[in-house]
C-alpha cells in the first residue's frame, strides 16, 4: 500500500449540499493564527464562523502538546523584551488568571526565551478569546474543499461535521488550517518541499523530583551521548525537556518521524501520519525508559500525556505578494507594511537534530517586522492566508512558524479581512496604513526602525 498510488476511482453521484451558515468572514482553523484571526474581524463587527477540525482550540499549541510560546518576545539589542502584543496579550491574560502561565525562561545562554503554558488552560482561555470577541464556533467540523464563485473567488467552504456535510458561504475567507488547505483547494499557488522540517510527537511527563532534578535541561545533551556509547539510540540529537507551571511535570520535544527512505513525514500524506503517529509512541516509550534509568530526578517519573496529533511543523506554504526568507530573519528586515515582528530564529527540523541561526543581536535589534504581503495569495481575491502556511520560504517559515508570529498574522488577517468588508476592498487592495493604524489602536506593535 503506497500513498501517491489511486489505480481504481470510484465516480461519486452529485449531491445538494445544505448552506448551514453564511457569514462576514469564515475562519479555518483555531490554532494560534485562526484564533486572532477570529477574534480579530469579529471585534471589528464582522459576523465569524470559526471552523475547526477537533472539539478544542489551540492547534499545535494543544492538538500536538506544545505547551510553550516561542516567539512573544525578542533580544532586542541584548535585551530579552516582549514583542508581540494585541489580542496575544488577552490571551495571556487569561491563561494568567486560569494559574495556567509560567514566566518566560531563557535559552540558550539568555539569547532569547520562551513561556510555557498548560494546555488544558490553553483550551479554556482561547474559548474566552474568541467567544468573548463574538466569533461563533463550528467544531468537529472537518474542511474538506471549496465551491468557487469564480476562478478568483471562494463562494463557500464545504465541511463534514456530526450533522453531515454542509457548506458555509461567507465574503472573506482566512486559512489559518497550517497546512494551507482552503489555498490549495482554491488554486492559490503554495509550495511543499523537497524538504519539509521534521516532525515530532511531543510527550509530558510527571512524578519528576524538581529538587534532584534541577537545571537537568543543560544535561540531557551530555546524558544521550552516554546512553548511546552503551548502545541506546535516539530519533534526534538536541533534546527539548523543561519543566512546566508544576514543577513535578517536563514536556519533552525529542522525537523525530521519518519515512522508511529517512524523509520527513509529510502531514498531508494519511499514510505517512498513519505510521508516524505509532512510531512517535514508539520512540516517546522508550525515550521515557531512557528518562528514568539515566536522568537524576527522573527515576519515578511516569508518561502523564502523549499529544493527541504528531506535531506537524510544515507542510504547504503559499507563495504570496511577499515571500519571507532567512536572510530577511537573519537580517533583522523592515516593511513599510508591518504587521507585526517575529523575534524568534531559525530553527531548522533537519535530519537527526535541530539546528539554530541566530541574528548578530546585541549588534542587532533582535527581530524581523512581518510585511502585510505575505499573507495576502496570488490569484484567489476574497482569501488571507495567516500562520505556519503563509508565505515563507523553507527557512524563513521555521523562525516565523512559532506561535508569536502566528498570533501577530493572525490579528493582522482578521484586520485586513474587516477593513474589506467594511470598504467592499478585495483583501488585497486593502491600503497596508489602515491595517496599521487599527493594528496599534488595539495595542499591537509593529517594531521600530532602529
Ligand atoms: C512538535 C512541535 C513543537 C513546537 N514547539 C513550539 C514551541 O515550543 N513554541 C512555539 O511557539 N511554537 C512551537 N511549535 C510551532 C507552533 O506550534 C506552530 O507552528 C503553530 O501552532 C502554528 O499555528 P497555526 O495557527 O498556523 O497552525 P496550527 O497550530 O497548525 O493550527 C491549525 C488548526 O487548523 C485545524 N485544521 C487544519 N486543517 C483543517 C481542516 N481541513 N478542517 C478543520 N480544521 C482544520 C487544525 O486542527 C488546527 O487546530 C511547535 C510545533 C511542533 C509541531
Redesign the pocket.
Known amino acids: 500500500m503506497t500513498s501517491t498510488s489511486a489505480r481504481r476511482h470510484l465516480l461519486e453521484p452529485a449531491r445538494q449540499t445544505p448552506v448551514i451558515a453564511e457569514v462576514d468572514v469564515l475562519v ?8 486572532t484571526a477570529a477574534a480579530a474581524a469579529a471585534r471589528a463587527g464582522c459576523r465569524v464562523l470559526l ?4 472539539g478544542f ?16 518576545h525578542a533580544n532586542v539589542h541584548g535585551e530579552l523584551t516582549q514583542v508581540v502584543h494585541g489580542l496575544a496579550d488577552d490571551l495571556l491574560d487569561r491563561l494568567r488568571q486560569l494559574g495556567g502561565l509560567n514566566e518566560p525562561h531563557a535559552l540558550f545562554g539568555g539569547k532569547i526565551c ?1 513561556q510555557a503554558y498548560d494546555n488544558a488552560a490553553l483550551k479554556v482561555a482561547a474559548d474566552a478569546l474568541v467567544l468573548g470577541h463574538g466569533v461563533k464556533l463550528l467544531l468537529h ?4 474543499g471549496v465551491q468557487m464563485r469564480d476562478t478568483a473567488n471562494i463562494d463557500a467552504l464545504l ?1 463534514e461535521t456530526r450533522s453531515g456535510r454542509g457548506a458555509i458561504a461567507a465574503q472573506v475567507f482566512i486559512d ?4 494551507a ?2 489555498a490549495a483547494w482554491s488554486g492559490a499557488p503554495f509550495e511543499k518541499g523537497p524538504e519539509l ?1 521534521y ?4 510527550f509530558r511527563v510527571n512524578g519528576v523530583d524538581a529538587a534532584r532534578a534541577g537545571d537537568a535541561w543543560n544535561h540531557f545533551g551530555a546524558l544521550m551521548a552516554e546512553a548511546e556509547s552503551k548502545g541506546r539510540r535516539f530519533a534526534r540529537r538536541t533534546p ?1 525537556i523543561r519543566p512546566q507551571k508544576n514543577p513535578a511535570e517536563w514536556r519533552a ?1 525529542v ?1 523525530q518521524l521519518s519515512n522508511a527512505d529517512g524523509s520527513a513525514v509529510d502531514g498531508t500524506d494519511a499514510w505517512q501520519l498513519s505510521a508516524a503517529e505509532v512510531d512517535g509512541r514508539r520512540q516517546i516509550v522508550d525515550f521515557v525508559g531512557f528518562l528514568r534509568e539515566c536522568a537524576p530526578g527522573f527515576e519515578n517519573a511516569y508518561l502523564l500525556e502523549i ?1 493527541p ?5 510544515e507542510t504547504r506554504r503559499i507563495v504570496g505578494e511577499f515571500v519571507l526568507t532567512e536572510d530577511h530573519v537573519l537580517g533583522c528586515a523592515s516593511f513599510d507594511d508591518s504587521i507585526g515582528v517575529n523575534g ?1 530564529p531559525i530553527e531548522a527540523h533537519v535530519q537527526g537534530d535541530v539546528v539554530f541561526r541566530f541574528t548578530d543581536v546585541p549588534q542587532c535589534r533582535g527581530y524581523n517586522q512581518l510585511p502585510l504581503r505575505m499573507i495576502v495569495p496570488r490569484v484567489v481575491d476574497n482569501l488571507l492566508v ?5 508565505s515563507m520560504s523553507h527557512l524563513g517559515q521555521s523562525a516565523a ?4 508570529a ?1 498570533f501577530a ?2 490579528e493582522a488577517a482578521g484586520v485586513t479581512a474587516a477593513l474589506s468588508r467594511a470598504y467592499a476592498w478585495r483583501p488585497r487592495q486593502v491600503p497596508a496604513p489602515e491595517v496599521q493604524r487599527l493594528l496599534e489602536a488595539h495595542g499591537v506593535w509593529l517594531g521600530s526602525d532602529d
Open positions: 479555518l482553523g483555531g490554532g494560534p493564527a485562526g484564533i471552523v475547526e477540525r477537533y482550540l489551540g492547534g499545535m499549541g494543544t492538538a500536538a502538546g506544545v505547551t510553550n510560546f516561542c516567539g512573544l520562551a467540523a472537518q474542511a474538506v465541511v489559518a488550517s497550517g497546512d488547505d482552503l522540517m516532525p515530532s510527537t511531543m527539548i520535544n522525537t499529544a496529533q504528531v506535531g506537524i511543523r524568534w495567516a500562520g505556519r502556511c503563509a512558524r512559532v506561535s508569536g502566528c498574522m493572525g
